[in-house]
């Protein structure tokens, strides 16, 4: 994504289009979140006991009445008997009465006790959670285990032992328990719901963070603007999806489903793109007195042999006779895509074997001939490279309009480079989200250094999901131009009735 901008509506349409993969990561998260919690995590239980801090001694016959000043004087005593019941002199001796209550034995399924056979501080200070209560002069001290009756009792052994310490610690003020801790048989811990939805929550997060990086790092081709503007060259043709994108491009049910001449189910859009690529291949090679194109890709299976096949195709519906030369004589296809026979072929002549006349068959398709590859040559490097093949194309240039040529992948071979000085250019087909920018810089590098002429890109396989970012710029696109010509020959026919 180097040197592009991504606006909001980019990344709304991207997470449309993963939308899905979202809704899934976010499910599975909040599953894995409420069977963790409902059944790996050891339920909670909570009591507490409320205790009244007084900053002098109060008994009856000292007590004259209420006194303002003390009991501030209290509310600000309780965060430090807080920090006094929260030392470890105090939580030893919570740990010794408790042991005393239960036995070595049974405490053991409740803590691990230390190499002295006591319970540690830090587990007993983790049980007890004391604060004001509501901000006045009582303290609240809560207790979580996972028994209920002993949350209880840890609640009652620190409020019988709490005053001792206060009193002996501070020398003035005591504390006065007020009621008895009660068990509690409701799980305080965990919270299910809650637990499920900050799993879901979080997953769902993580989900969409992921898409975003991904889509970041992702130095695929997915906007031919982008692509037109980084390599300075026209975007020739813009091709959506047909067929399974999953499937390897050089399958034949694949090129099967995406060949015009032999799948009348093709829909109308994708044939409509084809023929505004052969309007715009056709003014492009208006200003060259050779019109022999070799279309090539990057890579192999990018879609080029089924696109030169479709560009030749929908150029041999005019009235101009086209010649498709399959120049790919490592790994031929379009003998299969136009059901030909391949013993004789574009590698016979190149050898001397053939004549040009003995091995093109004519009239496959209306003004469509067709030269197939031939036999699969040792060195097809150098037979497209040769004298041979120049004389051949120098030949058949006057006998048709247009020459398409099948090329072999560039960054593989350098096969389509040896035609750099028989040929207008080269016509690169990048594949929708599987060409990277970094396989081109390659590709314009190579083509420079052969003198080869650079005629422009067809993105090919272009994803029509309606959730695409880039489907929604394509319709729109297409649609405003479509409806713009549309009502502005309307407006003119209203503006001249009798114009026809």
């Known amino acids: 994504m180097e040197g592009q901008e991504i606006s909001l509506k980019d990344i709304f349409g991207l997470l449309l289009g993963k939308l899905w993969i979202i809704i899934c990561v976010t499910f599975a998260g ?12 050891a339920p909670k239980y909570s009591s507490h ?59 053991k399924s409740y803590f691990s006790l230390d190499s002295n056979g006591k319970i540690p501080d830090a587990a007993l200070r983790g049980c007890f959670l004391m604060e004001a ?11 979580t285990t996972i028994n209920p009756k002993l949350s209880a009792n840890l609640c009652n052994i620190m409020a019988d032992i709490a005053p001792e310490y206060i009193i002996r610690i501070t020398g003035a003020g005591s504390m006065e328990k007020i009621g008895e801790a009660k068990v509690y048989y409701g799980k305080v811990s965990p919270n299910v719901t809650r637990y499920t939805f900050l799993g879901g ?20 081709v997915k906007e031919s603007n982008d692509l037109s503007v980084k390599f300075e060259k026209p975007i020739i043709g813009e091709i959506l999806s047909i067929g399974d994108s999953k499937n390897k491009e050089n399958s034949a049910a694949e090129r099967k489903k995406k060949l015009l001449m032999s799948n009348p189910e093709i829909p109308f859009n994708i044939v409509e793109n084809y023929k505004s690529m052969r309007t715009n291949l056709m003014f492009s090679l208006s200003t060259y007195k050779n019109k022999i194109v070799a279309v090539s890709s990057a890579d192999p299976s990018e879609g080029k042999s089924v696109t030169s096949a479709n560009i030749a195709s929908t150029l041999a519906e005019t009235e101009n006779k086209v010649l498709l030369i399959d120049a790919d004589m490592r ?32 009239g496959t398709k209306g003004n469509l001939d067709i030269l197939t590859s031939g036999v699969i040559p040792p060195n097809p490097s150098e037979l497209l490279a040769s004298d041979n093949m120049k004389a051949l194309l120098d030949r058949v240039k006057g006998m048709y309009d247009y020459i398409i040529l099948d090329a072999p992948p560039i960054l593989p071979v350098t096969d389509v480079l040896g035609l750099s000085g028989s040929i207008a250019g080269v016509l690169i087909v ?48 297409y649609k405003y131009k479509y409806d713009y010509s549309y009502r502005y020959a309307e407006s003119a026919k209203k503006a001249n009735p009798t114009e026809k």
Request: neutral net charge; charged residues 25%.
């Open 331 to 362: 790994r031929p296809v379009q003998h299969k895509n136009f059901r030909l026979k391949n013993q004789d072929g574009l590698s016979s002549i190149l050898s001397g074997e053939k004549t040009f006349e003995e091995c093109v068959f004519r």
């Open 201 to 220: 929550t979080a997953f769902g997060v993580i989900a969409v963070a992921v898409i975003l990086i991904v889509y970041m790092l992702d130095n695929t």
């Open 133 to 143: 209560a509501n901000e006045t002069e009582v303290l609240k001290i809560t207790a």
């Open 49 to 107: 006991v409320s205790m009244y801090v007084m900053n002098q001694d109060k008994t009856p016959e000292k007590q004259q009445g209420v006194n303002y000043t003390e009991i501030a004087t209290s509310k600000a005593l309780v965060k430090t008997y807080i920090e006094i019941l929260s030392d470890d002199v105090v939580m030893d001796a919570v740990g010794e009465k408790l042991i005393e209550l239960y036995g070595e034995d049974e405490i």
């Open 30 to 41: 909040a599953v894995g979140a409420f069977v963790w919690s409902k059944f790996f995590i």
């Open 430 to 477: 990048v594949r929708y989200a599987k060409t990277t920018y970094n396989e081109l810089e390659e590709c314009a590098k190579r083509l420079e250094l052969a003198n080869c002429n650079h005629l422009g890109f067809v993105l090919n396989d272009i994803r029509r999901k309606r959730s695409s970012a880039y489907y929604y710029k394509y319709r729109y696109k």
